[in-house]
Every structure is written in structure tokens, then in C-alpha cells.
């Protein structure tokens, strides 16, 4: 029994403990980590992220009163509301986002029926590995489940990315939740965030994917991004009164930049150069790997470490020590900060004959030099938002991706 088989049975167990009945369907949302395009998705840029096999596990079935009972195993919490008053601006954090996602779920396919929800996660809490797209869209599958509806992919991840602006007030693109959605096993995701197109690129198979949390907690709604945003939004502004065409940072050509950069203060100059030289950074390295070039790959994920630190301004000094060690350990050929900054994860791409020991020793030496507990985990890119098990007696409510 594989791993995924091995939570799904202890979270059926664990839901009829808590119920008194077996859920009717459990849907498996994994996180995901992205390998490189930071801060490009809400510039209708491009990504390249993989879906983690960590991740949310949601157990549901239907109830007759109306209620919406919700228990967050790992927190030890639960939350009671009605199913037609639910009001997602109250309580804690976890509970918006399962109400938010209910919410918005009822407004675009009508009426939901009540529900026992069994939540829990192994993905860390707070590092940049998208637990919050994790939890909103397991949520709104296993719910979906319980209706007539079904969803595709490219709409549930619109629908995730509402729950984040209009619920939760983060101003944040759609790549975390099109990762979540959309994965697929063994390949990362090229992810176009004009167009909402991806593709799958390959990974080399003698290359793993190490991901390095700095235990720097993030709080993405109280930290810097939607300032970033902002920043870049008044960079295209400025640069479309020399140059009206660009409809976004994306379309902004290196050329463009320095004609016409000196019209923009720093700030602006520099949020504006590191997405339009990441966007650069993302094609280059679909390209290296579908090449089978993970060298290449490894030294543009340098690259972009650079651009958040010195343009961006997202990076920090525990961060900044945790992809310096990567790159100087055995067998690693690249490694940046992953998700929006602030703290969180790095993320670095090791050779598989390397990949245990660097697991070991990069925490190690991250600990004797920043006192801060850091841990490694070797990962697998996974299959995006799933239904891992189901009584048969509800429909699929999730389209498989073309």
C-alpha cells in the first residue's frame, strides 16, 4: 500500500471515529513548489512549478440539516455553521478558507447540500508551499462531490484564486492554484498565466527535487506582496505612457526596459527588470529540460535567486544562507527561494546519486550557522487535486485534464 493508499485509509478511519459514518468520497490537493518564475503570475507572466506529493486530504459526506461541520484534524478545531448563512469574513483563518470556498462554490453551481468535513495535511504550515491553494481547492472538490456538478481544472483554479482575493484579501495570481490543479506526475508544469495554458516538461530522471525549509514563518497576507504587486502595477503604468502596448510587465521587452527605464524610480525599475528577465529565466529553462539539460536549469534557478534578492527584495538572511550552502554541497546544480519570499522554503535541484546526503547536511550546516531548526524533504512531483477514494455513490466531480 503506497503512501497516499496508507492517509486515505487513516483518514476514512479517523472520519467515521469522528462522524459515527464512513464519508461518502476523499480528495487528495497536494502543494506545490515552483522551480522557478517568482512574482511573473500576476503579471500575466509565465511559471514552472511541480505539484508536491504532500499535501491536503479532505474526507466528506453529505448531512440532511443544512450544516456545514468542519474538523481540522491537525489543529485540533472544529467549526459549525449553516450551510445557506455562512459568513467567511468571521472566525480563524482555516475556517474562511473552507467557508470562502463554499461560498463562492454555491454561487457558481447553486444550492450545496450540508456536510461533515474531515481535514488534514502533511504539508508545513506557513513555508511557501501553497497549503492555503491546497486546502481551498480540496475543499471545493469534496464538496463538489456531494452535487450533480462537475468542474474543470482550469475553472476550479479560478475559483481557489478567488477564495485568496475576494475571502481572504491576497492579492495573488493563479499559478499556485493551476499547479494544485493541474499537475501531473513526474513533470513540472510550464504555466503560461495569460492564457492559463500549460504544458508538461520532463525531468531528467537522475535529477531530484529537494525542498529546504528555513523554519522563517511567512504571513503571506500581512507581508510585503501586495505592496510588490502594487510596485509593479505602477511600473507598467509609467511605462505604458512611452510605450502604450504593453498590456502587462509580461509584454515588456528588455529593449522596452532600457529605453525607457530611467522614466521610473529605482523601485519600480527594479520590480519591473526582475520580471521581465524571469519570464526570460522560465522559457530558457522549459527549454533546458526538455532538453535534458538540467545544468542549464540549475544555474538560471541561481539566477533568479539573484534577481529576488537584489531586485525583487523578497529574500532574507536565513533564506539567502540556505541556497548559499545548497550551492556550494555535492551534487547540487541550483537552488532559490520558492514561493512569494518572506521566509518559507528554498528549493534546489540535486543529483539522485547526491540527493540523501544533501537532504542531511544542508540542514545541518544551516542550523550551525543560523541557530534555525531547518529540515530537507526529497520530493516527487505528484498528480494535481484527485478524488483518491470514493463509495461509489457520487459522481466524479472533477474533469481530467486533456
Known amino acids: ?77 472544529t467549526d459549525t455553521r449553516p450551510v445557506d448563512a455562512l459568513r467567511p469574513a468571521e472566525g480563524p483563518e482555516w475556517t474562511r478558507y473552507v467557508a470562502g470556498a463554499a461560498v463562492l462554490l454555491r454561487e457558481s453551481r447553486g444550492n450545496l447540500p450540508g ?14 508551499l501553497s497549503s492555503s491553494a491546497s ?49 501531473v506526475a513526474g513533470f513540472a508544469l510550464l504555466i503560461d498565466c495569460r492564457t492559463l495554458a500549460t504544458e508538461a516538461v520532463p525531468l531528467p530522471p537522475a535529477i531530484r527535487i529537494l525542498v529546504l525549509d528555513s523554519a522563517v514563518p511567512r504571513t503571506l497576507a500581512g507581508s510585503a506582496y501586495n505592496t510588490r504587486r502594487a510596485e509593479c502595477e505602477a511600473a507598467l503604468r509609467r511605462l505604458q505612457n512611452a510605450a502604450p502596448q504593453p498590456r502587462a510587465l509580461r509584454d515588456v521587452t528588455p529593449d522596452l526596459l532600457a529605453r525607457h527605464g530611467s522614466r521610473l524610480p529605482d523601485v519600480e525599475l527594479r520590480r519591473a527588470r526582475h520580471v521581465v528577465t524571469e519570464n526570460a529565466r522560465v522559457l530558457a529553462s522549459a527549454a533546458a529540460l526538455n532538453a535534458g539539460d538540467a545544468e542549464t536549469f540549475g544555474r538560471l534557478m541561481i539566477d533568479s535567486h539573484t534577481s529576488l534578492r537584489d531586485d525583487y527584495a523578497v529574500s532574507g538572511p536565513e533564506l539567502d544562507t540556505l541556497v548559499d550552502i545548497a550551492c556550494t554541497t555535492p551534487g547540487v546544480l541550483g537552488a532559490r527561494l520558492t514561493g512569494a519570499g518572506f521566509g518559507g522554503c528554498a528549493v534546489a535541484l540535486v543529483t539522485a546519486e547526491h540527493a540523501e546526503h544533501a537532504a542531511t547536511a544542508i540542514p545541518a550546516r544551516y542550523r550551525d550557522a543560523t541557530g534555525q531548526p531547518g529540515t530537507a524533504s526529497i520530493t516527487v512531483p505528484s498528480q494535481g487535486t ?17
Open 1 to 77: 500500500m503506497g503512501r497516499e493508499d496508507l492517509r486515505t485509509e487513516e483518514l476514512r478511519t479517523a472520519f467515521e471515529r469522528a462522524f459515527g459514518a464512513p464519508p461518502d468520497l476523499v480528495v487528495r490537493s497536494p502543494g506545490r513548489v515552483n522551480l522557478i518564475g517568482e512574482h511573473t503570475d500576476y503579471n500575466d507572466g509565465f511559471t514552472l512549478p511541480v505539484a508536491l506529493d504532500l499535501g491536503t486530504d479532505v474526507a466528506v459526506r453529505r448531512r440532511p440539516d443544512g450544516l456545514l461541520r468542519t474538523i481540522a484534524r491537525r489543529l485540533d478545531a
Open 386 to 402: 484527485h478524488v483518491s477514494w470514493t463509495s461509489g455513490a457520487t459522481d466524479q466531480p472533477l474533469h481530467t485534464p486533456t
Open 115 to 128: 456536510a461533515d468535513l474531515l481535514i488534514d495535511s502533511d504539508l508545513p504550515i506557513g513555508a511557501g
Open 135 to 183: 486546502l481551498e481547492l480540496g475543499v471545493l472538490v469534496a464538496l463538489l462531490g456531494l452535487t450533480t456538478s462537475a468542474i474543470d481544472r482550469t475553472e476550479l483554479a479560478r475559483l481557489g484564486q478567488r477564495v485568496e482575493n475576494e475571502i481572504i484579501g491576497v492579492r495573488s495570481g493563479i499559478m499556485d492554484q493551476l499547479a494544485i490543479a493541474c499537475g
